[in-house]
């Protein structure tokens, strides 16, 4: 099958920055959309930025200027550059990838493990 592995996350004061990866490794015969979505605790999970395999890119308006969707598709991995973080952004990061798979060649969807980003001073 397919798995995730996120790292990247961490503790950082307000105003820092991290940069979160995930890379999928498995029976993959392409990936279509890659995304970030979060969740804080006590509220339901959002989609933070996504890409799509030509590098069309969209973002929650929470988000936008302080945080940069990539991918690199011959290493299989979606990064999200977060910057200017704040407070409010604390939470566990996840993505989310629509994979091809060689087995079926149906698009399948996998979920990373998460990764907790705390900002904090």
């Known amino acids: 099958q397919v798995q995730l592995v996120e790292s990247g996350g961490g503790l950082v004061q307000p105003g820092g920055s991290l940069r979160l990866s995930c890379a999928a490794s498995g029976s993959i015969f392409s990936i279509t959309t890659m995304a970030w979505y979060r969740q804080a605790p006590g509220k339901q999970r959002e989609l933070v930025a996504g890409i799509t395999s030509s590098g069309s890119t969209n973002y929650a308006d929470s988000v936008k200027g302080r945080f940069t969707i990539s991918r690199d598709n011959a290493r299989n991995t979606v990064y999200l550059q977060v910057n200017s973080l704040k407070p409010e952004d604390t939470a566990v990061y996840y993505c989310?990838?629509?994979?091809?798979?060689?087995?079926?060649?149906?698009?399948?969807?996998?979920w990373g493990q998460g990764t907790q980003v705390t900002v904090s001073s």
């Open positions: 989310k990838v629509q994979v091809r798979t060689i087995v079926s060649m149906t698009i399948l969807t996998y």
